[in-house]
């Protein structure tokens, strides 16, 4: 489904990502591990074609299209979705407006706005999101768990066939955790791929991660299954500062 090979990355005039290989088939779910600052999060930006990060070097291909020649909205087209880090409010827009925005952006068809209504309030009662929060400005005064909550809303909206989720467990609690977890699990099957940047072992018991890769000064330096993750949660990095 996906196959990122030598990529280099520029953000400003700084090289991020140097010489990163990572190949995800369908129906996998890829684990991405990395201290602070590794360039996790330009790694995510760079599959969906964020103007700030230049690739210099490398290749992003795609179902067997290089994607680095796509505009952003065509990536999004071709089924890839990206849940921020740290996402954005966007006052004046409302979740269900723009959901259904996006919806009809990506797929090209036209929604009908009772039926869509119905289905999201009914995704809404599973993430445990008041169903009140359709009606308010995106993300505007929503608290950090509600935000990444609203991330996952937009995941089982779009139903894309590649998700990346960057760190959207982090700053929740363990309720929190699991109620995102549980969207992901709703969301993953056969026929679609996850790939998961997040700090916590925690996601292991609700999901059943396949690879787990360690980003290391530019490059993933180590990948395994499920168990490097585990590892990492128990001995942190320092380890592979030596490996590689
Ligand atoms: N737009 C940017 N301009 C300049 N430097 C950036 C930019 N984005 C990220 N960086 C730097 O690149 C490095 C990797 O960042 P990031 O990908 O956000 O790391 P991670 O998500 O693994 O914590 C950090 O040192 C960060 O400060
Ligand atoms: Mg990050």
Redesign the pocket.
């Known amino acids: 489904m996906l196959k990122i090979n030598n990529l280099h990355v520029c953000?400003?005039e700084?090289e991020?990502l140097r010489g990163l290989n990572l190949e995800v088939s369908t129906g996998e779910i890829h684990v991405v591990l990395?201290a602070?600052?590794?360039?996790?999060?330009?790694?995510m930006n760079a599959i969906l074609g964020h103007p700030?990060?230049e690739i210099t070097e490398g290749t992003i291909y795609f179902e067997g299209e290089d994607l680095t020649k796509l505009k952003t909205y065509e990536r999004a087209r071709r089924g890839i979705f990206l849940s921020f880090?740290n996402p954005e409010e966007i006052p004046g827009i409302t979740v269900e407006n723009m959901l259904r925005t996006s919806k009809q952006a990506i797929t090209g068809d036209k929604i009908k706005i009772l039926q869509f209504h119905k289905e999201l309030l009914k995704l809404m009662e599973e993430l445990q999101i008041n169903p009140e929060y359709a009606g308010r400005y995106m993300n505007v005064g929503f608290s950090g768990g509600e935000k990444k909550r609203n991330e996952i809303l937009q995941l089982l909206t779009l139903n894309p066939k590649l998700a990346l989720l960057d760190e959207t467990d982090s700053g929740l609690d363990v309720d929190a955790v699991q109620i995102v977890s549980s969207g992901v699990a709703k969301f993953h099957n056969e026929n679609n791929s996850c790939i998961i940047?997040t700090h916590n072992a925690q996601i292991l018991k609700h999901l059943p991660v396949t690879h787990a890769h360690i980003?290391l000064n530019g490059r993933i330096v180590k990948s395994g299954g499920a168990e490097l993750v585990s590892e990492v949660a128990e001995h942190g990095y320092s380890q592979f500062e030596v490996e590689s």
């Open positions: 953000a400003g700084k991020i990395g602070n600052g590794a360039g996790k999060s330009t790694l700030k990060y880090q940047i980003l």
